[in-house]
């Protein structure tokens, strides 16, 4: 009798170690609410945890099956718990889809970058939930099965909460359809196999979007519209994750733009929006014809062939790794294609600077130079050098911490630093163009925002299934040099003329094409913010399967 009782002891403390190790992300999150004080978010954590646990345990209660047999059958998912963990640790999120898809496209380096000083928290977190685990499973009897009256407890639990979520729903909802639909879905979402049918679709996604090479053809008749007699020289700077909020140019609170602020030749673009906060998906965007209506049908045009076609020597100079995706075959597409260091290794942005000196030294054509920096990528603390850390407490360099509002002020210092810096590469960059009687143009976006604790239900980062305008809303200027200026006093004037319009980065390929002063028959100039002819349009972003209106969604007022 006591061998029986000891041996169901067992099997329910083995089946209970399972669904905790199994819902342990949840537990971790429910743990993390309560340190900032969110109990509304601890008890939704709490009870998402228990319908994780039953629901990855619910055959057990309704088949008749060995519980050691079944423990087997989870272990695969047993292996995704550590790395669940690790992302809930870090970012106070579960993985959605977007995160998955995000992380399938980090550079080795990045991934070194940010793992670095975080080896023996990864270990730990890596071999305590499996050690457990399988310790469960061993914990497990063979060929034993739950009693009938275990089976029937805990089945009448589950269909109390699956019935307790389908009413809240339905409140929520005032649909019994849509609530049953979602209450479904609240029961398996955070099972670590419904991570690994997120993990699925995101790896689709992006083999995908890796191995479908854009063929990019080329307008008829281009030509250059007049020529000066002496050579011209015009840059595109993308940056990363470098959002408006944060600019002390567009009104932010922060000192983080102190050279651009006494830049006279600037004009600065207020209403700007990236339609993706995904940079393989952004920047096509901004260097291409492509927008958000385009489709597999339509022909595109890249920015660095044209200007080649119309005389112009190319330059796409790159402090990111952009082999491999549609953003290197764009790049390719330039006479001279120089990556700032491997792609194993990361360098400051200033170095893009020095690169430009070089090439303006030994100026014997027009040119056109496209930089792609590093910007704001996080980790922030490693794209400034120590003598631009002036916001402080900021994050110490090549050090993490979890990315949570307890860190807030480290983790904003650190990201204002980066804009800090930025200010310094493209003031570096207009003293370069400087020179008497080179006309010159330098114009600057960004490719998407970042999320940084705006607000509460949304935290921090990007791809976490919450949208904000903070993610779109980037930061744009054009500066032209005084001889440019004085050659094309009306194109400037309409600049500054539609510096308070709505602006998507689609417009970015035809305004620089303007501004080299590069036409041809077709040229569609209601995109170009240097024409008379431009047009202010709806804004829209890609999410999802679909595009959504900007304003609309957000509220916005403009």
């Known amino acids: 009798m006591k061998d029986k009782i000891h041996s169901h002891t067992r099997l329910v403390l083995s089946i209970v ?25 601890f008890f939704v954590s709490t009870f998402r945890f228990v319908i994780t646990s039953l629901t990855i345990l619910s055959p057990l ?24 963990l690790f992302i809930v640790l870090m970012f106070h999120k579960l993985p959605t889809r977007w995160m998955i898809y995000i992380m399938l496209g980090a550079q080795k380096y990045e991934i070194m970058e940010f793992l670095s000083g975080m080896w023996l928290w990864w270990l730990l977190i890596l071999l305590v939930p499996l050690l457990l685990f399988f310790n469960a499973y061993w914990l497990a009897p063979s060929n034993k099965y739950l009693s009938e009256r275990f089976r029937a407890i805990a089945a009448t639990l589950a269909i109390i909460l699956f019935i307790f979520t389908i009413s809240y729903k339905a409140i929520q909802r005032k649909t019994m359809h849509s609530a049953v639909k979602v209450a479904v879905r609240t029961f398996f979402r955070d099972t670590p196999a419904h991570t690994a049918r997120r993990a699925y679709k ?4 992006f083999k995908t979007e890796k191995h479908t090479k854009t063929e990019y053809s080329l307008p008829e008749l281009v030509s250059k519209k007049s020529f000066s007699g002496t050579p011209e020289v015009y840059i595109l700077v993308i940056g990363e994750s470098s959002r408006y909020k944060n600019w002390n140019l567009h009104g932010y609170n922060r000192l983080t733009t102190p050279q651009l602020n006494n830049n006279k030749n600037l ?5 700007v929006i990236s339609p993706s906060f995904n940079t393989t998906v952004s920047i096509p965007l901004i260097v291409t014809s492509k927008n958000v209506n385009s489709n597999t049908a339509d022909t595109l045009f890249s920015l660095p062939a044209i200007l080649r076609e119309a005389g112009f020597f190319t330059y796409w100079i790159s402090n990111q790794t952009t082999m491999g995706n549609n953003i290197g075959s764009i790049a390719e597409e330039a006479d001279t294609l120089i990556h ?13 600077t020095h690169i430009v000196a070089n090439i303006l ?19 922030y603390q490693n794209r400034y050098p120590e003598n631009f850390e002036i916001f402080i407490p900021a994050v110490e360099k090549n ?23 930025t200010d310094f ?28 604790f705006d607000y509460p239900h949304i935290g921090f980062g990007r791809g976490f299934g919450k949208l904000s305008p903070e993610l779109f809303h980037v930061p744009m200027l054009i500066w032209t040099s005084e001889a440019y200026k004085q050659a094309n006093k009306e194109l400037v004037n309409r600049l500054r003329k539609n510096s308070q319009l709505k602006i998507s980065t689609e417009n970015a390929m035809y305004t620089a094409i303007e501004l080299a002063g590069v036409y041809w028959p077709d040229f569609d100039s209601t995109y170009s913010i240097a024409s008379g002819n431009f047009v202010e349009r709806e804004q829209f972003f890609l999410y999802r399967r679909g595009k959504i209106n900007y304003n609309q969604y957000f509220q916005t007022g403009k």
Request: charged letters at 15%; hydrophobic letters at 45%; one cysteine or more.
């Open 340 to 352: 700032l260091v491997p792609k194993e290794q990361v360098a400051f942005d200033g170095e893009l």
């Open 17 to 41: 170690a399972a669904g905790i190790i199994l819902g342990s992300p949840n537990i971790l999150c429910m743990f993390q609410k309560i340190s900032v004080g969110n109990w509304h978010g």
């Open 61 to 84: 209660l309704v088949v008749k099956i060995s519980v050691r047999r079944y423990l087997l059958f989870l272990s695969p998912f047993g292996f995704l718990v550590p790395v669940i």
């Open 361 to 379: 030294t030994n100026l014997k054509t027009n040119t056109f130079i496209i930089l792609h920096t590093q910007g704001s990528h996080y980790p």
């Open 425 to 452: 590469v493209l003031s570096t960059l207009i003293d370069n163009l400087k020179q008497d009687s080179l006309r010159a143009a330098l114009m600057y976006v960004s490719d998407h925002g970042e999320n940084l």
């Open 399 to 421: 050090k993490h911490i979890p990315v949570t509002a307890k860190h807030k002020e480290q983790i904003i210092n650190s990201y204002d630093n980066t804009i800090l810096y």
């Open 267 to 271: 004009v600065v673009f207020n209403h």
């Open 202 to 205: 995101a790896f689709v996604a």
